[in-house]
């Protein structure tokens, strides 16, 4: 998804860094997840790192692209209209995703089957991701593995 943010934000000359928009972030992973019943703590925990794995991706995809436009996406979806609207979508899901994961864990699993879970998920993405890819990915998993 970083990459599709960042096409639209290079198609609207907006900047990687968008300190508003991390807030919003922010203050709704706070309200979803007092909805599904996650502590608020980690919730915001868990994007305030996905916001810096995701800027990590963008900020490598600009350099790469900058020297290589051919590389850029042809297409440069509208950011307002398509693009956070379907991450908000997905934020929401992966919060739900968070709290179930914490409440299975607590009620009936061991963290080294969640470790297993992420480590399948790490290599499975491994010969089709390139090295920025994985890395990013690699900072977006750190709170899980801190949770187990």
């Not at 980690?42 to 963008?58: C, D, M, N, P, Y």
Request: glycine residues 4%; proline residues 5%.
């Amino acid at each position: 998804m970083s990459d599709k943010v960042l096409a639209a934000k290079l198609g609207a000359s907006l900047p990687i860094d968008d300190a508003a928009r991390e807030q919003q972030v922010i203050d709704r992973a706070v309200a979803v997840s007092r909805k599904v019943g996650l502590d608020p703590a980690i919730g915001t925990g868990f994007f305030r790192v996905q916001i810096e794995a995701s800027k990590l991706l963008q900020r490598g995809l600009h350099a790469l692209w900058s020297a290589h436009p051919g590389l850029a996406p042809a297409e440069t979806p509208d950011l307002d209209r398509d693009v956070r609207p379907a991450l908000d979508k997905l934020n929401d899901q992966l919060l739900h995703r968070v709290n179930v994961t914490i409440t299975e864990r607590r009620d009936k699993f061991c963290g080294c089957q969640i470790q297993r879970v992420v480590d399948v998920i790490t290599a499975s993405v491994a010969d089709h991701w390139d090295s920025l890819h994985r890395e990013a990915l690699q900072v977006a998993l750190a709170p899980i593995r801190e949770w187990y």
